[in-house]
């Protein structure tokens, strides 16, 4: 079955340690996208990348950095610079390709920090 | 910048018909899209208006017009299973999307 997956589900870090945060898909997008949502809140939008070695920030990169070595991968690494990490993120895809504006997420993956 | 409200809670009872109003501020945007989110779960996608009218899927149907910057999410047949978070999101090209503040639906026996 095709499909976007996210590890772990939880994650536990203490302050000042980076961590990243996996999302691979195999639905043979071009497109990938990093949401964070907060309790009670809509996504934002964090980094997107278009095409392989190739990404954009999002609105609110500040913190976080990725890369897109391969078109199936999306790692997202939150850095020590973020100042309040603890969220809920959310991996995405889609295809150029589409009339229609859909994005299929991932299951997400809930960060505490200690 | 954009910006897109929504009502923070929608209550109604199985088998109504419930509307979900989104409206927005932005310079331009592609289309408005609706995704569905469960409680702890992933957004799915439901509806998308390019164009100003009204797009229908099954139960669910969608509504676009610029010329008011509003949008909505008509709900028909509600099911208790459609208790949920609902998202307005524009598109603003490259299917960079901003979300709204979403709204909770709670759907009573």
């Known amino acids: 079955d095709g499909g976007i997956t996210q590890s772990p589900k939880y994650l536990f870090r203490k302050e000042g340690q980076n961590v990243t945060l996996s999302c691979e898909q195999n639905?043979?997008?071009?497109?990938m996208y990093w949401y964070r949502q907060d309790p009670g809140q809509g996504l934002r939008l964090i980094y997107y990348?278009?095409?392989?070695?190739?990404?954009q920030k999002g609105d609110i990169a500040e913190g976080y950095s990725v890369s897109r070595e391969k078109k199936e991968s999306f790692p997202l690494t939150v850095t020590s610079a973020q100042k309040n990490p603890t969220a809920f993120y959310l991996c995405?895809?889609?295809?150029?390709?589409?009339?229609?504006?859909?994005?299929?997420f991932g299951p997400g993956t809930r960060l505490t920090v200690l | 910048g954009q910006s897109l409200e929504q009502p923070s809670e929608v209550t109604a009872v199985e088998g109504a018909i419930v509307q979900i109003n989104c409206t927005y501020q932005?310079?331009?945007?592609?289309?408005l899209s609706w995704y569905q989110q469960h409680d702890g779960g992933a957004p799915t996608f439901l509806s998308y208006?390019?164009?100003?009218g009204l797009e229908e899927t099954g139960r669910f149907s969608s509504f676009l017009s610029r010329s008011d910057s509003y949008g909505y999410l008509l709900l028909q047949e509600l099911q208790m299973k459609d208790s949920a978070s609902y998202f307005c999101?524009?598109?603003?090209?490259?299917?960079?999307?901003?979300f709204g503040t979403g709204t909770r639906l709670l759907v009573s026996p």
């Open positions: 995405a895809s889609s295809t150029r390709q589409g009339k229609i504006d859909e994005q299929f």
């Open positions: 639905l043979n997008h071009d497109a």
């Open positions: 990348s278009q095409i392989v070695n190739d990404f």
């Open positions: 932005t310079s331009g945007f592609y289309g």
């Open positions: 208006n390019a164009l100003d």
């Open positions: 999101a524009l598109n603003r090209g490259f299917q960079k999307l901003v």
